[in-house]
T-cell receptor, first 112, second 115 residues
Framework: DGGITQSPKYLFRKEGQNVTLSCEQN?????MYWYRQDPGQGLRLIYY???????QKGDIAEGYSVSREKKESFPLTVTSAQKNPTAFYLC???????????FGPGTRLTVT | AQSVTQPDIHITVSEGASLELRCNYS??????LFWYVQSPGQGLQLLLK??????LVQGIKGFEAEFKRSQSSFNLRKPSVHWSDAAEYFC?????????????FGTGTKLQVIP
C-alpha cells in the first residue's frame, strides 16, 4: 500500500538534545512538508521541499532543520535551539506544490 | 495577509442530524480549497477539494462543500451525521495564483456527535 510513514509515533527527549523525526513516502511524490500542530492553532508549516536536494523555510523554521537527499525521505531535526519543541509533528507529501497533500500518522514529541 | 477562518471551534450535533461547518478565507483571486478530517492522534485525511468548475464538490464519506465566491466561503456539509464522523475538521486554502505560496490551514472545528 502506498502511503507516508512517520516514526516513531511517540518520542521523548531531554531538554538540550537534538532529535530527528523520520518521514518516508512511497507515493512517488515530488513535494514534501513538515507541519507542527498545537492545540487550537491548526497546522503551521515548518519546512517544505519541492524536489530532491531543495527545501525552503516555512513560517516557523527557527530551531528546526531538514534534508532531502532522497525523493522518498524528508527527515526533520528538532534542535536544542527550538524553545518549545513539545508538539505533534505531521509530515505530508503531494504530487507537486499546490496539490492536495497526503499526511502521515504523526509523531508526538515530548521534551522535558 | 492571507487568512483562513473557521469560526466554530466546537460543534455538537445529534446522530442523523445535518451538519454544516463554516470556512471563510481572505484572498484576492480564486484559491484552491480543501477540507481535511483528523481523528484524535492521527494524521489528516483529505475529504474534498475545489480547484475550479462546479462550485459544489462531492467528497468521501458523504461530505460535500460549496464554494461561494461572493462570500469567500467554502462550507462543508453532510445531510446525516454518523457517530464515526466525530473528529476535527480543517479547512485549507492555497492561493493558486501561480508559484507556491503555501497552504494555510484554519484552526479547526471539533465535531462531537451525540446519540
Amino acid at each position: 500500500d502506498g502511503g507516508i510513514t512517520q516514526s516513531p509515533k511517540y518520542l521523548f527527549r531531554k531538554e538540550g538534545q537534538n532529535v530527528t523525526l523520520s518521514c518516508e513516502q512511497n507515493l512517488n511524490h515530488d513535494a514534501m512538508y513538515w507541519y507542527r500542530q498545537d492545540p487550537g492553532q491548526g497546522l503551521r508549516l515548518i519546512y517544505y521541499s519541492q524536489i530532491v536536494n531543495d527545501f525552503q523555510k516555512g513560517d516557523i523554521a527557527e530551531g528546526y532543520s531538514v534534508s532531502r537527499e532522497k525523493k522518498e525521505s524528508f527527515p526533520l531535526t528538532v534542535t536544542s535551539a527550538q524553545k518549545n519543541p513539545t508538539a505533534f509533528y505531521l509530515c505530508a507529501s503531494s504530487i507537486a506544490l499546490a496539490y492536495e497533500q497526503y499526511f502521515g500518522p504523526g509523531t508526538r514529541l515530548t521534551v522535558t | 495577509a492571507q487568512s483562513v477562518t473557521q469560526p466554530d471551534i466546537h460543534i455538537t450535533v445529534s446522530e442523523g442530524a445535518s451538519l454544516e461547518l463554516r470556512c471563510n478565507y481572505s484572498y484576492g483571486a480564486t484559491p484552491y480549497l480543501f477540507w481535511y478530517v483528523q481523528s484524535p492522534g492521527q494524521g489528516l485525511q483529505l475529504l474534498l477539494k475545489y480547484f475550479s468548475g462546479d462550485t459544489l464538490v462531492q467528497g468521501i464519506k458523504g461530505f460535500e462543500a460549496e464554494f461561494k465566491r461572493s462570500q469567500s466561503s467554502f462550507n462543508l456539509r453532510k445531510p446525516s451525521v454518523h457517530w464515526s464522523d466525530a473528529a476535527e475538521y480543517f479547512c485549507a486554502v492555497d492561493p493558486g495564483s501561480g508559484g507556491y505560496q503555501k497552504v494555510t490551514f484554519g484552526t479547526g472545528t471539533k465535531l462531537q456527535v451525540i446519540p
